[in-house]
């Protein structure tokens, strides 16, 4: 069975940056793709970014590209998502989730197993 830890959320001022990890064990990680999502109060779960097994491609939804990096660790089965100049809209939680698909890497039916989340909050 395939298990999911999300970590590193927080509260941070609009303009700071966190680092969220997210720890995959079960399976074997090289093997998955990896996403990223959040989900903010009232509103659907939507895609962030995703990372290709290899590390080798990477992927950003509009609103975060350019302030946000995902990448991976295969030698410690770990994926991050570096959020830079956060801003209020970005406050939501964020979960991690794995793949083995190639395509539809930006649909939620996409991936298989995710983790609980870790929230982020960016406000005064």
């Known amino acids: 069975q395939v298990q999911v830890v999300e970590s590193g959320g927080g509260l941070v001022q609009p303009g700071g940056s966190l680092r969220l990890s997210c720890a995959v064990s079960?399976?074997?990680?090289?093997?998955?793709?990896m996403g990223w999502f959040r989900q903010a109060p009232g509103k659907e779960r939507e895609w962030v970014a995703a990372?290709?097994?290899?590390?080798?491609?990477?992927y950003y939804a509009d609103s975060v590209k350019g302030r946000f990096t995902i990448s991976r660790d295969n030698a410690k089965n770990m994926v991050y998502l570096q959020m830079n100049s956060l801003k209020p809209e970005d406050t939501a939680v964020y979960y991690c989730?794995?793949?083995?698909?190639?395509?539809?890497?930006?649909?939620?039916?996409?991936?298989?197993?995710w983790g609980q989340g870790t929230q982020v909050t960016v406000s005064t």
């Open positions: 990372i290709w097994w290899s590390g080798g491609s990477t």
């Open positions: 989730a794995t793949t083995q698909r190639g395509l539809g890497l930006r649909l939620r039916g996409t991936y298989d197993y």
């Open positions: 079960g399976g074997t990680f090289s093997n998955y793709n």
